[in-house]
């Protein structure tokens, strides 16, 4: 072999082929990216990633069944393949999955509401055949979960144990000894699957160039093979069915398993735990469940002691949230700008007191449980502990206060305006909360 | 021509907004100059100037109930609130429960409805006819055969809580585009691009009305 080919192999191919597999390898699915900047918390990216992933329309035919191949989030998806098919299927849901987390981080309750409904709605219309019971029964216990925290946050406790008791009984099935025995065999179907999907793109970069030379030929045969899609062989369909026989066969058995360990029906149980209008109420045991799952009981026991509000302190506040209602007023003058006018020094101080009292709440005694909860843990202190400020609005308004003056004008067509207007609609809607709270214990 | 009218109306062109660059791109290499001098016709659409009154006089936050289309995979609503975000007119725009639209958010306005999408793609017979005559000359040089119109109807339903009322806006967005091998330039079917001009028109109804009731009690 002459220097000129060993040059060509080493220049040319060999970084072709680590091109190619490592284009190979890097196939991740549409969620994955959206997680990693979960983790790095940027949430305004994953609300856009998310709702362009909702973009779908053409893709899906109008009974909402997955049809054919779907693009979505720079990648292309063929539902004819097992492991393409789940992902296709999971697109929707998990799209409104991860804008309910984040809206639920972001401290936007009604948005993950929302979102997690459509959640639970899209995921029982792709996700409702028997092979993705699994896939639908985790959905349904992280949307579950994302409502009732939602739901405790906005003050509707009624709301809020309804859904924390469908977390818990999703919560049960998913820990179940079978459910763990059926989720290993779903992951060795799932890496055989793998194969395909690498066979299908292979397949799928012949056909296209396959495509191509038949454009360059003729204008019929152009028109044809652009309408023309990737093929799908007989022997690949037994094997799609093999596998989704296979799912089925684990599911029976995994229903087996229920109804002799817990005497439980899950067809029943899916179908009711996706109906959110037709919800059995919750009962006083539901209730107490609820709160007693909720962050600022876990946070009340756990805490010191020692820094949990005194009597004194508590005084302290019933005295300050006697008279806070006419703390600021707003007017407005002709060019449209806001003129907050008053102590609002005053009312960034109660706010950051407001904001500390959930987390400072006495501890829980040993016994008579029931009553602490009903003094303290009220719609009242949820509301108020859901209207936290974030850090950039308290360092916002801490700015505000330490230029001083006794007037601050906000031009509401600035983003900064509109921050601070949200701002200031949070800490009075707050301290109005406040108000009763306190007066109530 | 008022705003109103000015905003929705029929629309005939073959590229528009971000699509311009690569219709520009296609006509350069296919028609040459000529597509540069007569086929980008921008149909991009007037927005009113007086869109910041509702915040500019009063601020205002916004509700959005259920906005559904004859797709049922997808909610309209969240499309809906990525574009009233980014035009900054209401200081909050929140994402209503569906079992109850009026809890929890105490918003000054609250919009629900329906769109309803018709696409139609239709072959233009001379264009397939110069084709032929051609021998597909006509067709891979990327002349027109086909005519695809988008009507999308618009069916909204506002409460205002300053009133109390609720006022219903329906209207219609027509847009055609002719095209051949290369497709048309415009994504006359794709969201949420596809329904921005109605939002536009929502958005100045909206406004209009906020103004008038407000308009008597001024700070």
């Known amino acids: ?441 | 021509m008022s705003p109103a009218q000015r905003l929705v109306r029929n629309t005939t062109g073959t590229c528009r907004k971000g699509g311009a660059f690569l219709c520009l791109g296609r006509g350069l290499l296919v028609w040459g100059g000529v597509l540069l001098a007569a086929g980008c016709a921008s149909t991009t659409l007037n927005r009113p100037r007086d869109f910041g009154a509702v915040v500019g006089r009063e601020p205002a936050s916004i509700a959005l109930g259920e906005i559904r289309d004859n797709v049922a995979c997808d909610d309209e609503a969240f499309y809906l609130q990525r574009y009233l975000e980014g035009q900054r007119v209401f200081y909050d725009c929140v994402l209503a429960d569906r079992s109850d639209v009026r809890a929890y958010h105490g918003a000054d306005l609250i919009v629900s409805g329906k769109i309803a999408p018709a696409i139609q793609t239709r072959r233009l017979g001379w264009g397939v006819f110069a084709s032929w005559i051609t021998l597909g000359g006509y067709y891979l040089l990327g002349g027109p055969t086909r005519e695809q119109e988008v009507r999308i109807a618009y069916d909204f339903e506002v409460e205002y809580a300053d009133s109390g009322q609720s006022r219903n806006y329906r209207f219609e967005d027509v847009r055609q585009a002719t095209f051949g091998l290369y497709g048309p330039g415009i994504n006359l079917d794709q969201k949420p691009g596809v329904y921005i001009p109605g939002w536009e028109r929502l958005l100045y109804e909206i406004c209009k009305e906020t103004k008038v009731q407000r308009a008597g009690r001024a700070p």
């Open chain 1, 1 to 441: 072999m002459n220097r000129a080919v060993r040059h060509i192999l080493r220049v040319l191919i060999l970084p072709g082929l680590a091109l190619g597999f490592s284009a190979g390898c890097t196939s991740l699915p549409a969620s994955a990216r959206r997680d990693a900047l979960y983790n790095q918390q940027q949430y305004p990216e994953i609300r856009e990633l998310a709702v362009d992933d909702l973009a779908i329309l053409g893709q899906y035919d109008r009974a909402g069944c997955v049809a054919g191949t779907v693009t979505a989030g720079g990648q292309v998806f063929d539902s004819q393949y097992y492991d393409m098919a789940e992902e296709v299927r999971s697109l929707t849901p998990q799209a409104y999955f991860d804008m309910a987390r984040v809206s639920l981080d972001m401290g936007r309750y009604l948005d993950a509401i929302r979102a997690a409904q459509n959640a639970i709605e899209s995921g029982a219309m792709f996700l409702g055949d028997d092979e993705w019971v699994f896939q639908r029964m985790m959905s349904l216990r992280e949307n579950h979960n994302i409502l009732y925290k939602a739901y405790l946050y906005c003050g509707d406790l009624d709301k809020a144990a309804v859904h924390h008791r469908q977390y818990l009984l999703m919560n049960e099935l998913v820990n179940s000894q079978a459910f763990k025995k059926v989720m290993a065999n779903s992951l060795r179907i799932r890496m055989t699957s793998m194969r395909l999907r690498s066979d299908y793109q292979a397949r799928r970069a012949g056909a296209n160039r396959n495509q191509v030379l038949i454009a360059a030929a003729t204008v019929a045969a152009a028109a044809a093979a652009s309408q023309n899609n990737s093929s799908f062989k007989p022997a690949q369909a037994a094997q799609l069915a093999q596998i989704g026989v296979m799912a089925v066969a684990l599911l029976e058995e995994y229903k087996q398993a229920l109804k002799l360990e817990h005497n439980l029906d899950l067809a029943k149980l899916m179908r009711e735990a996706a109906d959110l209008n037709r919800l059995p109420p919750p009962t006083a045991e539901d209730l107490r469940r609820a709160k007693m799952a909720s962050d600022l009981y876990l946070l009340a026991r756990v805490s010191d002691p020692g820094s949990a509000l005194d009597q004194a302190e508590f005084d302290d506040l019933k005295r300050l949230g006697a008279g806070t209602s006419d703390l600021v007023t707003l007017s407005i003058d002709d060019k449209g700008r806001v003129h907050v006018s008053g102590n609002l020094a005053k009312l960034v101080e109660l706010s950051r007191k407001i904001d500390e009292a959930p987390l400072r709440l006495p501890p829980p005694p040993e016994e008579g449980v029931d009553a602490y909860l009903d003094t303290y843990l009220t719609p009242g202190l949820y509301r108020m502990a859901g209207l936290q400020m974030s850090t950039g609005e308290m360092q916002f308004f801490d700015r505000l206060v330490r230029r001083g003056g006794e007037e601050f004008v906000i031009d509401p067509a600035q983003a900064e305006g509109q921050m601070a207007l949200q701002g200031l609609h949070k800490m009075m809607q707050k301290t109005t909360e406040f108000e009763s709270w306190i007066a109530s214990l």
